[in-house]
């Protein structure tokens, strides 16, 4: 190593050692950033949407379809890389290694099952929602309920990650240790949620989306460049030291000294271990393309070649995005102590603060204050998507195509909307509470592993084969929702271990912490065995109609109810 570099170490090791993971940052510093974000982006969010009145649901929900394909691919960066990729992959990889840069693997291939299968003809096919897809060429009633629930499971899980992971950045924010409070942090999120979907609708979130991919991606790459410069540029002496920090702990625990290097230290103990590894790969890939939130942003640009556009940009940002968590989650492991990032060191947030620790070792607390106020905008951004996406989808297809059957009074729409928005938000506060503790990355590969189980066999099917039927979309859609929910509630996520939702219960008999692997291919037989061994009612010239519109485009503004 050159003597610069043996110096900026020396720098790096002196400053880690005034610093106190517990807390960070100076709450004075902290806030006024915070606050000064929350102000920021409220003011995007009014003149970005255009002020709180949407005359249409194309305004509300799409966003006016105004975007371009390299500014919807911002915004889809923004939406994806919420605070599983930021807060918790960084802590994942702090306390795995190797076995935690998987899901970044796996939320990156994903795209390319989107790109290649669903953006184009779901653009096509459709007009808000997932459901609308389906609807076009089947029984359009059932369908869209079956998809409205399967959305709203979807989201809700999504929800808790993004709740979860604000609870303890704001915590660590303001040196809160105490649950109790770290629950209040987590309701005042909520609020702010709401407030910027009642105001801004889809296109004033869309431009905060777009804004905080920026800053996201802006800051991540300065921080990587900052610990790789006191590393000599060198990836080989940062792993060097991650082994000569993490040896001695992985030792004592029965693993090899470099099992923060290698394959195998959280997946690969037991065989059901290796099991969930595969149970969450399937997840992990094949759940992008079954997100409704990221369905939703292929309608808010013009044209199918503009949805194609956004996901090559979206590919080229969010790969970007994850080679920097890899640096900054090894960072994370050779600047502090192993423990520093498991549950009940004391830390606010756990391994969900690694990333801001790391900034904050680097910069001081001016960097942690400005790096935390990106990871908020980061969870802002990506909630208040979640709950437009669920709003959507209750007032879309449920209100106006279910229940009201299409005959709906002007506005009518956004206002059941809008009351959603507010209802969700209550939820998502009540939900992100029960699970502050949870490693947000590990939450969001549950809401993978349903929308992968319960909507990507659907929407395959109802695109690519021509026999496919409603009695086969009904069957993969609940079959493959009560499959994951059912695999989760009785695995130990829910009960039964420290770690869990309800740690003091133990009602937990699956092995599996992933459902994917058992719900995913059930998903898709049911799909074939639901075609195969009923009768169909639906109407075969639908089928053509949406080939034809599917693979050009034509006709793709119209109403599709039927």
Do not use: C
Not at 294 to 310: C, D
Not at 530 to 535: D, F, Q
């Amino acid at each position: 190593m050159t003597p610069a570099a043996q110096t900026s170490l020396a720098l790096a090791d002196l400053a880690l050692a005034d610093l106190d993971p517990t807390s960070p940052g100076e709450p004075a510093i902290n806030i006024s950033i915070f606050l000064a974000f929350v102000a920021v982006t409220l003011f995007i969010v009014i003149k970005g949407g255009g002020g709180a009145k949407h005359s249409s649901g194309e305004e509300f929900f799409a966003g006016g379809r105004s975007f371009s394909g390299a500014q919807n691919g911002l915004a889809i960066s923004g939406d994806y890389l919420s605070a599983a990729s930021f807060l918790g992959i960084v802590g994942a990889i702090a306390t795995a290694g190797y076995d935690g840069f998987l899901y970044s693997i796996g939320f990156l291939v994903a795209w390319l099952v989107a790109l290649l299968l669903v953006a184009e003809l779901m653009r096509n096919t459709g007009k808000f929602t997932m459901a609308d897809v389906l609807a076009f060429r089947l029984r359009p009633r059932p369908i869209r309920v079956a998809a409205a629930i399967t959305t709203l499971a979807v989201t809700f899980f999504y929800l808790l990650a993004q709740m979860a992971g604000a609870g303890g950045l704001v915590s660590l924010l303001l040196g809160i240790t105490q649950s109790s409070m770290q629950s209040v942090v987590i309701a005042v999120v909520g609020v702010l949620m709401i407030i910027y979907v009642l105001i801004g609708g889809m296109k004033g979130t869309t431009w905060v989306q777009m804004i905080k991919a920026v800053l996201l991606i802006a800051g991540a790459a300065v921080t990587t460049i900052w610990v790789l410069a006191i590393n000599g540029f060198s990836l080989s002496e940062l792993l060097g030291r991650v082994v000569e920090n993490t040896g001695a702990f992985m030792e004592a625990g029965g693993h090899a000294k470099d099992a923060m290097l290698n394959p195998g230290l959280k997946y690969g103990g037991s065989n059901w271990a290796k099991i969930d590894f595969i149970s969450l790969g399937l997840a992990l890939v094949l759940g992008t393309a079954g997100l409704p939130h990221v369905l939703m942003r292929f309608y808010t640009v013009p044209s199918a070649k503009e949805a194609r556009k956004s996901v090559v940009w979206s590919i080229f940002l969010i790969g970007l995005f994850y080679v920097f968590t890899l640096v900054l989650g090894y960072a994370a492991a050779y600047m502090f102590p192993p423990g520093t990032w498991l549950k009940g060191s004391g830390v606010p947030g756990g391994s969900n603060a690694a990333a801001p620790v790391v900034a904050a070792a680097l910069g001081g607390p001016w960097m942690l204050g400005i790096m935390a106020a990106v990871a908020f905008a980061t969870i802002l951004a990506v909630v208040a998507g979640l709950a437009i996406t669920a709003a959507t989808s209750f007032a879309h297809d449920i209100y106006t195509n279910v229940i009201k059957q299409g005959r709906v009074a002007p506005g009518a729409e956004v206002r059941v909307a809008k009351a959603t928005v507010v209802v969700i938000g209550l939820i998502a506060i009540v939900g992100g509470i029960a699970a502050k503790d949870q490693n947000i990355a590990f939450l969001v590969s549950l809401a993978f592993a349903v929308a992968a189980s319960a909507n990507l066999p659907t929407i395959v099917f109802s695109l690519y084969w021509k026999r496919f039927s409603t009695n086969g979309a009904l069957w993969s859609m609940y079959g493959g929702l009560i499959s994951a929910l059912v695999i989760i509630t009785f695995s130990k996520v829910v009960s039964g271990s420290p770690t869990a939702m309800l740690p003091e219960a133990d009602f937990a008999f699956i092995p599996l912490s992933n459902p994917g692997i058992v719900s995913i291919p059930l998903g898709f037989l049911l799909a074939v065995a639901g075609t195969v061994l009923t009768k169909s009612e639906d109407d075969p010239a639908r089928e053509a109609e949406m080939d034809v519109r599917a693979l050009t485009g034509v006709g793709a503004e119209k109403a599709i109810d039927h």
